[in-house]
């Protein structure tokens, strides 16, 4: 049994935002059906292709545990299967620009005439206002939430993070509030409009940002490098380079090797409560009672030399060896884990946050499990569908058509069968 078994969801996603939420739903236990245009399908299955006649990794690693269907739901016999598809799901999806499933003709009006019980889930760029009807990508979202301001070094450009925080974190968001409209509908027997929009997410996620925006008018950020620095802060919340962003402070220093690996790395926090533990292993045992080095307060602006005097240690250790001495100790750090290192992890394999799935088309390849690990409902990842996979087992097993009206409709061109027929 999975969480949401019995749960079927529509998916009209595309891309990554939308198609992260509806993978989400499928490790969770939902049939998730995703409809494509014929022979087209969504755009990242030939976006950054890396193996000719396969589907894109892009695609793959977003689509896994899914059925496909091909429908053009621009043709009235197209419109009329939605319709019905419609009846029988109890989530829809979608990310579609601004204004699309309107002209598609199914308005959150239209759908909730055809079934009172269906959740419509949508992902726009922005909520309402004045920027509503603008199309999104990952970066604009960065850029609009608040996070691209924020990240980089002081003295260089707005920075993009590589983690999706616009597209994959929306999806994340909008997952939550589906499952959330699933739970209301037990009581109400409604479904509702669930709305995620990426500007807001990102603004979610960058909260810590809008905190300091507030400290910020009470006097300068302290724990921010700069402070010790003696540089002015501006209006705004600066570029804080690696500074942590919360009460314990905390850089990215230089490990053994790092003069040849970009990685060799380490993320260190002075965490307050180990610093007399921090003090003894890089030999400065004497801060821990020096009035100028042994409480936090008195830390902040000396950082520079706080963390030079760690780096010194770290240095003669590689990233690795600095973690299995400062884990006994309870003295927070991190290696900088390089993708290749991400790949090879035997703890995410094990824990199946790294898992090797069999594609038809392309073979093996690595993909990101379920990062949300539920002890009830267990995640088996299975590959992406090719394009239309699911299209007749959808409509005769699921919506009831029969072998006739499957062979109308794929004359009328509702879906890619005349065209595969035709290619055959
Ligand atoms: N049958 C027939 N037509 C279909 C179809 C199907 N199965 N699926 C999609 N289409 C059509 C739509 O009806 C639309 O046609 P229209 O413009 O004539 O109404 C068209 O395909 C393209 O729509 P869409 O994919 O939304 O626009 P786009 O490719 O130009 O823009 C985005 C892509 C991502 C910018 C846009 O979808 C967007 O802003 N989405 C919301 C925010 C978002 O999720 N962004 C991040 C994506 S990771």
Redesign the pocket.
């Known amino acids: 049994m999975k969480a949401l078994d019995g749960i079927r969801v529509l998916d ?1 996603t ?5 198609p992260t939420c509806t993978q989400l739903l499928a490790w969770f236990g939902a049939d998730v059906i995703k ?3 014929p022979g087209v399908g969504d ?1 990242t299955r030939s976006q950054l292709v890396d193996m000719p006649g396969a589907d894109s990794l892009y695609f793959t690693m977003l689509n896994h545990n899914k059925r496909s269907i091909e ?4 043709t009235a016999e ?1 419109k009329a299967v939605l319709t019905r598809l419609i009846e029988s799901c109890d989530v829809l999806v979608e ?6 499933l309107d ?2 003709g199914f308005s959150w009006e239209v759908v909730q005439s055809i079934n009172p019980r269906l959740i419509l889930a949508s ?3 922005f909520g309402p206002g004045k920027y509503a009807d603008c ?4 970066n604009v979202a960065q850029c609009v939430g608040g996070a691209a301001s924020t990240t980089g070094f002081r003295d260089g450009i707005p920075v993009v993070t590589g983690a999706q925080i616009g ?1 994959s974190g ?1 999806g994340l968001h909008l997952a939550l509030g589906i499952v959330t409209a699933l739970y209301q509908r037990e009581r109400s027997g409604r479904g509702q409009k669930v709305s995620a929009a ?1 500007q807001d997410g990102v603004v979610n996620l960058c909260r810590v940002k809008l905190r300091d925006q507030q400290r910020l008018e009470n006097g300068p950020l302290r724990e921010y490098s700069q402070f010790g620095e003696g540089l002015p802060f501006g209006d705004a919340v600066p570029r804080a380079g690696n500074d942590s962003g919360g009460g314990q402070p905390g850089r990215v220093l230089r490990c053994k090797g790092w003069q040849d690996d970009p990685n060799a790395y380490t993320y260190f926090i002075t965490q307050a409560a180990v610093w007399p533990r921090i003090c003894v292993l890089i030999g400065r045992p004497d801060w821990a009672d020096d009035p100028d080095f042994a409480t936090p307060e008195a830390r902040l602006p000396r950082l520079n030399t706080v963390f030079e005097a760690i780096e010194a240690w770290t240095t003669t250790l590689t990233k690795f060896e600095v973690m299995e001495v400062c884990n006994p100790l309870g003295i927070p750090v991190g290696p900088i884990l390089s993708m290749k290192e991400i790949a090879e992890d035997a703890g995410l394999r094990e824990s199946g946050t790294i898992v090797e799935v069999d594609h038809p088309a392309r073979g093996r390849h690595l993909t990101v499990g379920c990062p949300i690990k539920l002890s009830d409902s267990a995640v088996e990842v299975t590959p992406a569908p090719l394009l239309g996979a699911h299209t007749e087992e959808v409509l005769t097993g699921l919506l009831g058509y029969s072998a006739t009206e499957l062979e109308q409709l794929a004359q009328a061109g509702a879906f890619g069968l005349p065209r595969r027929a035709a290619a055959e």
């Open positions: 009209f595309h891309v990554q935002s939308g409809v494509e245009r755009a429908l053009d739901v621009k197209g990310n579609f620009a601004p204004g699309v002209r598609m992902i726009k760029g199309k999104v990508y990952e597209d929306s990426m």
